[in-house]
DNA sequence: AAAATAATTGACAGTTTTAGTCAGGTATGA
DNA sequence: TCATACCTGACTAAAACTGTCAATTATTTT
């Protein structure tokens, strides 16, 4: 029941590219030195991330990356369904909760990873990146 | 986000035990041909659900196993701990909630996976095996 | 126009985890 | 003692994870 780094990494990535977010687009070189995650890496995360209409992309020098919309319309599952983790804890189900099993009590369990999935789910839309990016101001006040 | 199918296949298991217990222990080689489960990986997980206090061996002809304790009293999250499956989202953070992470930004976001961790364990830990078992008698009926 | 910057893409590879199988060994009841 | 059933450890094929590398395209600055 481990949530992948690529889906941790996004949220952290996320999280510092609205911390740093002043007027210019923020490059992903930055982010690369300040959260120590591979550019290469990084890039493949916002290709996905910028698809799933959570961040535009500003080319050319002094480019970078900026919040598509305000952070707090920003949910933290639309972050990591962009990244393509699914948050449904087995395998035969689906988004939509349809299962494609034939056996009887296979099928008695699933009830419970269905109930399991949507409170995964529940929980983490309830939290934006505004609600992440407050907490972190905090915790960097706190530290210092 | 994916529960390993050691735990499904556990608790798969556990219900077609509880299903099936009469007088007499139910043979690991029965469940097998009910639920297509491999006789000899299910073996392995009864090693861990013996050692985890969840079933009780009985050895030697018309032996196999029977619950340690009331169903009632078996919880889902117990089942899956025995298996060791690790219910904790990320791999830095124990069982406890501590982290040994360096990185300010990665331990903001860690109070997400924390609070999401406490969300799984809690909704799991409010289902027993005698409410599956009765919902699994429900669905039984309903396809008869 | 040229150069520099930065995003974009696709292919590839090492490592780890998963999901089992296989070959035996050990304890128990009839 | 013999069949049954549990117990153990080693082993493996396949998949997923976690990146790296090389090359390209687009944009802005000089």
Same mark, same amino acid.
């Given at each position: 029941m481990r949530l992948s780094t690529k889906a941790q990494y996004a949220v952290r990535a996320m999280v510092s590219l609205n911390l740093n977010a002043g007027t210019a687009p923020v490059s992903l070189r930055a982010i690369s030195e300040w959260e120590d995650i591979s550019l290469t890496y990084l890039e493949q995360l916002f290709v996905k991330l910028r698809r799933g209409g959570i961040v535009d992309s500003v080319r050319g020098p002094g480019g970078g990356y900026v919040l598509a919309r305000d952070a707090a319309q920003i949910r933290v599952d639309e972050i990591i369904d962009s990244v393509e983790e699914?948050? $449904?804890? $087995?395998?035969?189900?689906?988004a939509n909760g349809e299962c494609a099993c034939s056996s009887d009590s296979r099928c008695v369990t699933h009830s419970v990873w269905q109930g399991l999935g949507a409170r995964i789910r529940m929980f983490l839309a309830s939290m934006t990146l505004a609600d992440l990016t407050a907490e972190a101001r905090q915790q960097i006040k706190i530290n210092k």
């Open positions: 699914s948050l $449904v804890p $087995v395998s035969c189900m689906e």
